[in-house]
């Protein structure tokens, strides 16, 4: 079972890791709101080597911190900045995660590295006392939990195709989780854990992502599609490019008559698929840019405190 509440037991176990641990004053009341349930970790960098834990904290004027649970400097030091909710994941999608809802399952671990480059090779930049912190907080966080490496997950996995995210940069997710395995002394499947996407209808449907909040020609089809195919329903439908409620509650009832889909009004790759959503353009969120935010749910960082937009 996964763990349910908030973990005030941060700090205890990642000094049980041996690791350099700071407290954050306030931390065990940061953050926004409480985990529905916590089932792994997600790993970002946070696009500058000098970011620090506060600006991470504070966040920056469109986007309140807490924008992630731990911080990990250059040498080393992990500094545990909420135990609530924090803005990190944004929108995505992953095997053991509901759809958009990263933030409220996941521990968010933000690395004060610039990344280097989406194809740089496995730790180039990053100081071995700060990628020793990262496994070893990685470690920490999934023994608590009683789940393996493969329950350790970057953005650039999850938010990849919805958000254009390459983070954490030059780190080799596989590499980074038989490293974590062989701390716990555990052995993992490489093939479950590689995965970066579920095994849902792929190819023309694999970058659609439509929720509320999202607009233009792919909302326009997505209405355009539920009206005149599923008119008992749909057929007031006005095809406006708006992803509103009206959109949401006609996505749901299809979900609803449909076997097998969730039903979350989100417009993903099964639904596109069952729909047979006709492709028009970028399908992504946001009328090409899915930085685009609607609501919390999907709330993005890629221009941090730190300033950086690269990523």
């Known amino acids: 079972m996964p763990w349910r509440g908030d973990p005030v037991w941060l700090a205890d176990v990642l000094r049980a890791e041996g690791l350099d641990v700071v407290e954050m004053a306030g931390w065990r009341d940061r953050g926004h709101g409480d985990f529905r349930d916590i089932r792994g970790v997600m790993v970002h960098h946070t696009g500058s080597d000098s970011a620090t834990a506060d600006s991470i904290a504070v966040g920056r004027p469109d986007l309140p911190g807490p924008l992630a649970q731990l911080h990990i400097a250059r040498d080393g030091t992990v500094t545990v900045v909420a135990a609530g909710v924090a803005w990190h994941a944004g929108i ?64 650039k996995e999850y938010a990849g195709r919805a958000q254009g995210k390459w983070d954490p940069g030059a780190i080799d997710m596989a590499l980074l989780r038989a490293d974590i395995a062989a701390r716990l002394g555990a052995q993992i499947s490489l093939g479950r854990a590689d995965t970066p996407r579920p095994p849902v209808p792929v190819g023309e449907y694999a970058d659609v992502l439509l929720y509320r909040g999202s607009r233009g020609a792919q909302v326009a089809e997505l209405q355009r599609r539920l009206r005149n195919a599923y008119a008992a329903y749909a057929g007031e439908l006005e095809i406006d490019g708006e992803f509103g409620p009206q959109t949401e509650d006609a996505v749901r009832e299809f979900q609803r008559r449909t076997a097998g889909l969730a039903v979350d009004g989100v417009v993903g790759p099964e639904t596109a698929a069952a729909l047979r959503l006709r492709l028009v353009g970028n399908a992504a969120a946001a009328d090409g840019d899915a930085s685009t935010r609607s609501d919390q749910s999907g709330r993005d960082i890629s221009n941090r405190a730190s300033g950086n937009t690269s990523k």
């Open 92 to 155: 995505g999608m992953y095997p053991w995660l509901p759809v958009n809802m990263g933030n409220w399952h996941t521990i968010g671990i933000e690395c004060a590295n610039t990344g280097t480059s989406p194809t740089a090779p496995h730790r180039r930049h990053w100081p071995d006392a700060q990628y020793v912190a990262l496994v070893g907080s990685c470690a920490a966080v999934c023994r608590r939990l009683g789940v393996g490496a493969e329950r350790t997950i970057g953005h």
